[in-house]
């Protein structure tokens, strides 16, 4: 039985990091899956690839592995130490700490198909929480499908970009929200999901009390006196990137729009703001507000506003 050097394999140092290990995995498996590459012995490499990350990013397969030595060369001839399968279980169905393991592995049990006869004869041919059964269907799963989840912004976020911290299955990650981002995009995050894979975190945006949203457009409904209205004025408004002031032209009506062009979510084009404007007219609270607003009616006695 030949020796496997896992370490050789991912082309790493046996001090490596876990996420060393990661990412030397991910980029092995996406140049050899044999999806992708049709030479001749890619589809063994790629095996031999699943094989050393089953191991190595495993603390407690590792920490066996590593018992053997770091004296060992690939291709040499190997037999375990004595004491070996009672120390580690190995191929009997026990993981290294002696717990139950069930359930096959890629290859089935010991000396599976997809298991070199080294794998199975220290680990018994069992699959850890990082193999590709756990993805969903075995080795002809291919590499780590993504993850997914939903993160909610404001809309001032896309508007400005913005830096988020959130939590995702326990770990806390942080997030660039990029400019101009809309509902429905994603933002992928390389091996921050499940079994090393990418997290897909789908854009979807937080109701606003203030603006509204369509395509990269934003609306958003501003109050004004009657005077200001009848007059015209200049008057603060509200912006995704902060407060403008606006010029009200005179004469104007309930319902009016206007446009303030490029305040919109950003893209090519960028969007517009559309600024709905709407008379709000003060109370007659007392005698002289009463009297104010009759005077106001026979002023403007010819005036029919349903006209």
Known sequence: MEYKDYYKILGVARSASADEIKRAYRKLAREYHPDKNKAAGAEDKFKEINEANEVLSDAEKRKAYDTLGPNWKGGQQFTPPPGWESMFGAGGGRGPRGGARGGP?????????????????LFGGQMGGGGFEDMGGGFGGGAPQPSRAKIAIALEDSYEGAQKT??????TLNVRIPKGVTAGQSIRLSGQGSHGGDLLLEIEFAPSERFKLDGRNVTVHVNLAPWEAALGAKVPVP????????????????????RLKGRGLPGTPAGD???????VTPPAEGDEDKAFYEEMAKRYAGFDPRA
């Not at 995704?240 to 729009?257: M, S």
Request: glycine share 24%; net charge positive; hydrophobic share 35%.
């Open 105 to 121: 592995g890629f290859g089935g049990g010991a000396g599976g198909g997809n298991f070199s006869d080294f794998f199975s004869t």
């Open 166 to 171: 959130l939590s995702v299955n326990g770990r």
């Open 239 to 258: 912006t995704l990137g902060g407060t403008v002031e606006l010029t009200i032209p005179a004469g104007t009506q309930t319902g009016r729009k206007l």
């Open 273 to 279: 703001q559309i600024v709905s404007l709407q008379i």
